[in-house]
Nanobody, 126 residues
Framework: QVQLVESGGGLVQTGGSLRLSCTFS????????MGWFRQYAGQEREIVAA????????VYADSVKGRFTIVRDNAKNTVYLHMNSLKPEDTAVYYC???????????????????WGQGTQVTVSS
């Protein structure tokens, strides 16, 4: 059974940085596409970034391009989200997700992913 455990969330000031980590277990990590999504209170989850299996194509939400970077380490079964120049509007619960068989056009689609972590809160103070 695939399990995802996020860590690294917290409180940071505007302009600061955080690194989120997601540790994968229970499957063959390198064969999964990995994504980070975030959810604002009362809203649907939205894509932040995703990276295809074997470290291939990446996609980013327009709102985070140039500020966030998704990196996977297949040797450590871990995917990271490096977040720089954080803004108050980045405040949300961030979720790690894993899926198989995704094509480029579905990387941004939450229901295309099979497994989800429990989420980690990121709060950016103004």
């Amino acid at each position: 059974q695939v399990q995802l455990v996020e860590s690294g969330g917290g409180l940071v000031q505007t302009g600061g940085s955080l690194r989120l980590s997601c540790t994968f277990s229970g499957g063959t990590f390198r064969s999964y596409t990995m994504g980070w999504f975030r959810q604002y209170a009362g809203q649907e989850r939205e894509i932040v970034a995703a990276v295809k299996r074997y470290g291939g194509d990446t996609v980013y939400a327009d709102s985070v391009k140039g500020r966030f970077t998704i990196v996977r380490d297949n040797a450590k079964n871990t995917v990271y989200l490096h977040m720089n120049s954080l803004k108050p509007e980045d405040t949300a619960v961030y979720y790690c997700a894993a899926g198989q068989g995704l094509i480029t056009s579905t990387l941004r689609v939450g229901r295309a992913y099979d497994h989800w972590g429990q989420g980690t809160q990121v709060t950016v103070s103004s």
